[in-house]
């Protein structure tokens, strides 16, 4: 039987991180980044919870429109988008889209004039894995000749959005993020605009999501203290997903070439270069393009040793790399981690943490596949719940 690398997914996770969500940021009405994972299952178990959707092309808002959704819990929020595009949304009914530079708005004007428009402004991402702000993002100096122009065609610019940056690590960043944003807003004000829709974007990070939303909240109270009408929303993506998924991949070969059975003399070995190579069936090219795409340095734990899955916690262990699958060098997944050296070509390898921008960004480089999701809605009492919401939205 081939031994196929496969997800796990606990659909559990993702609920409990929407009542995580409602609990902070009640404030905040989600619309998912589906870039992220546009996993089927979870868009379903989204779409049933009651989130929006930020979709960064057609492809991604017709999958979100074939699971019933309604076009208002939509937003275009790519904001450099092909005319076709343009023009198919207002097709589907998806008003709601960003822009950050005036080729945009003559594009929209003619492709998609009723569209709902909302001004993606820049913001500082320098503390973010992913930095966004040199590919998108008006600096603030350039808003007020874009509202201009705007008015001048005759659009409905509804409000302001930014985003920190992917994998946002400090807060702080939201705080100087919103005080831009009150800019935009009087800007819009002089432009002749009555501004009611603030998109914070995403960029949250599971790890500090309470201290990211504190922080939110407090510079929203400053800067925007009176809000009857005013509707804010996000869009976060790793957030949701990220810690749902594990990958479980299998030991297809295995090397030594600092053989760990002789030559302890070596004394001249460094002690941290890896003595075994382990190589597994997926790569950088695979699931790992997050190691290149996303800067991550997924960790792997064992789940089998010699063919057991009773892996004793005492077993000693040596520095040790792990490989992809394909003939390319770059395809390392961990230069150097801690294995038992006693790993067998079979025996099972997994990482946590694995359900953000990976399997959406999976080539079939070498003619490998991209891998099977197996899904479960955890054991707790959000198991329940989760299969409810999934059958709600069949
Ligand atoms: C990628 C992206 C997101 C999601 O970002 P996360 O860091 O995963 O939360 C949200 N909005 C826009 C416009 C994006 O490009």
């Known amino acids: 039987m081939p031994r196929k690398l496969f997800f796990v997914a606990d659909l559990s996770y993702t609920l409990q991180q929407h009542l995580k969500w409602k609990k ?3 404030e905040i009405h989600p619309f998912y980044a589906v870039k992220c994972n546009p996993d089927p299952y979870v868009l379903r178990l989204l779409a049933a919870l009651g989130t929006g959707f930020d979709c ?28 076709s595009f343009v023009r198919q949304s207002a097709k589907a009914g998806v008003d709601m889209m960003t822009f950050d530079n005036t080729d945009e708005l003559y594009k929209i004007s003619r492709a998609h004039p009723n569209a709902k428009l909302i001004v993606r402004i820049l913001t500082d991402d320098s503390k973010s894995l992913c930095r966004l702000g040199l590919k998108f993002g008006a600096p603030l100096v350039t808003v007020p000749f874009l509202l201009t122009k705007a008015k001048e065609l005759n659009l409905d610019v509804i409000g302001v959005s930014f985003h920190v940056g992917s994998g946002c690590y400090d807060s702080a960043a939201y705080a100087d993020a919103i005080r831009r944003a009150r800019s935009a ?9 009555e501004f009611t829709l603030l998109d914070v974007g995403g960029g949250f990070e599971d790890a500090m999501f309470e201290m990211a939303a504190s922080i939110l909240m407090e510079s929203i109270n400053t800067y925007f203290p009176v809000r009857d009408n005013l509707r804010i929303i996000a869009e976060p993506g790793r957030y949701y997903v990220a ?3 594990s990958l479980a991949v299998n030991i297809i070969a295995r090397r030594a070439p600092h053989s760990i059975e002789g030559d302890s003399q070596d004394i001249e070995a460094d002690p941290e270069q890896p003595k075994v ?3 597994v069936n997926d790569g950088v090219y695979g699931a790992f393009n997050c190691i290149v795409f996303d800067h991550q340095t ?3 734990y064992v789940l089998s040793l010699n063919g057991s899955f009773h892996v004793p916690s005492s077993v000693p262990t040596c520095p040790s ?3 992809g699958p394909t003939c390319d060098s770059i395809d390392c997944v961990c230069p150097v981690t801690h294995l038992p050296g006693s790993l067998r070509v079979g025996d099972w390898l997994a990482f946590e943490s694995m359900g953000a921008y990976t399997i959406c960004a999976a080539s079939q480089f070498n003619g490998f ?11 707790g009492a959000g198991s329940a719940e989760v299969r409810n919401a999934l059958r709600s939205c069949a």
Do not use: H
Not at 68 to 79: C, K, L, M, Q, T
Not at 185 to 193: I, N, S, V
Not at 369 to 379: D, L
């Open 24 to 26: 902070f940021l009640p």
């Open 56 to 83: 960064a092309s057609n492809g991604e808002i017709s999958q979100v429109l074939s699971l019933g959704v309604d076009p208002s819990r939509v937003i275009f929020a790519n904001p450099c988008k092909a005319t």
């Open 185 to 193: 807003f009087d800007m819009g004000k002089e432009a002749g605009y």
């Open 243 to 245: 810690k749902a998924f």
């Open 277 to 279: 190579m382990y190589y």
């Open 298 to 300: 997924p960790q792997p």
């Open 321 to 323: 790399s792990v490989w």
């Open 369 to 379: 596949q991209v891998s099977n999701v197996i899904y479960t809605t955890g054991g």
